[in-house]
């Protein structure tokens, strides 16, 4: 079993619909979370960052974590046919090193018009 | 101009053959990170440096060697391709927060 699994899509809505992009993890150390989303043919970039249990907003993306139940899950509102992207959840117990980093395998997102 | 940039970004070549992958950048971080991914198996980690002194090997480092020319430079080198390490490849740097910052990956394709 793998450290993190995520649904690798892909998920395809209409423009405008509220997504929910999900990530669970059995390493019960991981208290950072991350989610990366990368163009096609790009890298990855940083989305949103949190730290332990609760929820972070930023304009229309919102990262909630549940460390009881090890889920974590970003929510798009108002989505957008900009957003089409794959999501990278990444996790890891200690702040501050990339080599210390578990991603997920991502998730295929398109937004139809 | 990307401030992490990869060379070549698309190569293909036979098995047996050496490769290297360049990677520069301009934002000044000490860490440098090289990465691959893979379709079903996300990014894992080959090799990173936390300075030119610092190699240190990843999760996946086999069949693969770096060199950190400089704080600037951190190159990746297949010194016999084998069909297995067809892949995108990706480089990556970051500062003390450990937020990565990634290149736009080489294509890799060894026939």
């Known amino acids: 079993q793998k450290e993190v699994e995520q649904d690798p899509g892909p998920l395809s809505v209409p423009e405008g619909a509220i997504v929910s992009l999900n990530c669970t993890y059995s390493n019960s150390a991981f208290q950072y979370f991350m989610w990366y989303r990368q163009y096609s043919r790009k890298g990855p970039e940083l989305l949103m960052y949190t730290y332990s249990s609760g929820n972070k907003e930023d304009g229309r993306f919102t990262a909630q974590v549940d460390k009881s139940s090890k889920y974590i899950s970003l929510f798009i509102r108002d989505s957008q046919p900009s957003d089409s992207a794959t999501y990278l959840c990444a996790m890891s117990a200690r702040s501050g090193g990339g080599n210390k980093l578990t991603f997920g395998t991502g998730t295929q997102l398109k937004v139809e018009l | 101009d990307a401030d992490v940039t990869q060379t070549p970004r698309n190569r293909i070549t036979k098995t047996g053959k050496r490769i290297m992958l360049e990677c520069s950048q301009t934002k000044g971080h000490d860490r440098m990170y090289w990465y691959r991914q893979d379709p079903g198996l996300g990014l894992q980690l080959i090799y990173y440096?936390?300075?030119?002194?610092?190699?240190n090997k990843g999760e996946i480092s086999d069949g693969y060697s770096v060199s950190r020319q400089a704080q600037a430079k951190f190159s990746l080198s297949l010194e016999s391709a084998i069909p297995n390490q067809t892949a995108l490849y990706f480089c990556a740097t970051s500062d003390f927060s450990g937020e990565l910052f990634f290149g736009e990956g080489s294509r890799l394709t060894v026939l």
């Open positions: 440096s936390f300075d030119v002194k610092d190699i």
